[in-house]
């Protein structure tokens, strides 16, 4: 009877940190800000927590704690009106090509996301969306608190004209495009949070798969770097543990495998789940095979 008990409070504890697309549906009517304006229009799902939305009190949602997670879904020709957080906003376009843009002093540099690339909107950075080609975006976006405060609005449609709303502020000729080498502040801050999959380097485990780092050693947005402090961004606490050196990393990767198994006493965690990934991607973190010797892997034994 007991192990029954057990089962079926495991069985509760996993519906209860479950999230099934087909059993939720797109919100419309997410952001009370976009509502009279069809341009703004976008649809969210959420999964964990409400995000920018205000509806917190979803109870189809998981319970937020540390981070948020919903779907967006917005049509082509629609835009995102420039706004910014206190938090860090991460998009990772799952279908569709995505124009973001980041706007200081009334000038604009503008990326070009395409599916599995990302972007860490940095906290206090003004930033918006845009939808330019023939095809739906469908993105993940996730913040790093529970509940994020509302939005600020640099440049909406209700209190500027359309079109430098839809240029996220830039007047003609102010919008600049992303270029990881240019000499634009705005350009050299945005190089530290763009992502792209296709640049990103592929990490092959002892377990015989294989992934790839958006937020962590591999590829780790830095807001504590002189572009990221020239161009206004909100500091980070730096990552621990600041040593490379992967004889500690590994001794901290088991000590902390023993203490979340619960052979040790708990020690204190991250301060977030995000937190929590990256720590533990740095600590466990390989380097790189080549492409000739990551093909195949020969039987371990005689």
């Not at 917190?56 to 967006?72: C, M, P, Q, Y």
């Not at 957080?85 to 996301?113: M, P, Y």
């Not at 792209?196 to 990490?203: G, K, M, V």
């Not at 092959?204 to 504590?224: I, L, Q």
Request: charged share 25%; glycine share 8%; aromatic share 8%.
């Amino acid at each position: 009877m007991n192990i029954q008990n057990q089962t079926a409070t495991l069985h509760a504890q996993l519906a209860a940190s479950t999230g099934r697309f087909t059993d939720k549906t797109f919100d419309w009517k997410a952001f009370p800000s976009n509502i009279g304006f069809p341009e703004l229009e976008r649809a969210q799902m959420r999964y964990i927590g409400a995000g920018g939305s205000p509806k917190v009190g979803d109870t189809s949602t998981l319970k937020a704690e540390n981070f948020t997670l919903s779907l967006i879904y917005k049509e082509p020709g629609r835009y995102a009106a420039c706004h910014s957080h206190e938090i860090e906003e991460s998009f990772l376009i799952l279908s569709g090509a995505l124009i973001v843009g980041w706007e200081k002093d009334g000038e604009v540099v503008e990326v070009n996301l395409g599916p599995k690339d990302m972007i860490l909107n940095a906290r206090e950075v003004a930033h918006g969306f845009r939808v330019d080609g023939v095809e739906p975006v469908m993105m993940s976006i996730s913040v790093d608190v529970g509940k994020p405060l509302p939005p600020v609005y640099r440049y909406h449609p209700k209190d500027c004209p359309a079109e430098l709303a839809r240029s996220f502020g830039a007047e003609p000729g102010k919008t600049i495009r992303f270029d990881r080498n240019g000499t634009h502040p705005l350009q050299q801050l945005m190089a530290d949070f763009v992502v792209r999959h296709a640049e990103l380097p592929t990490i092959w485990e002892d377990a015989g798969f294989t992934r790839k780092v958006y937020v962590g050693s591999a590829r780790a947005p830095c807001t504590t770097t002189p572009a990221a402090r020239k161009c206004g961004a909100y500091p980070r606490v730096p990552a621990w543990p600041p040593s490379p050196d992967r004889s500690k990393m590994r001794s901290c990767a088991l000590k902390a495998r023993s203490r979340w198994s619960g052979s040790m006493p708990m020690a204190p965690k991250p301060r977030s789940n995000l937190g929590r990934a990256t720590w533990c991607a740095r600590l466990l973190a390989k380097p790189m095979r080549s492409a000739t010797t990551a093909r195949a892997r020969p039987p371990s034994g005689p």
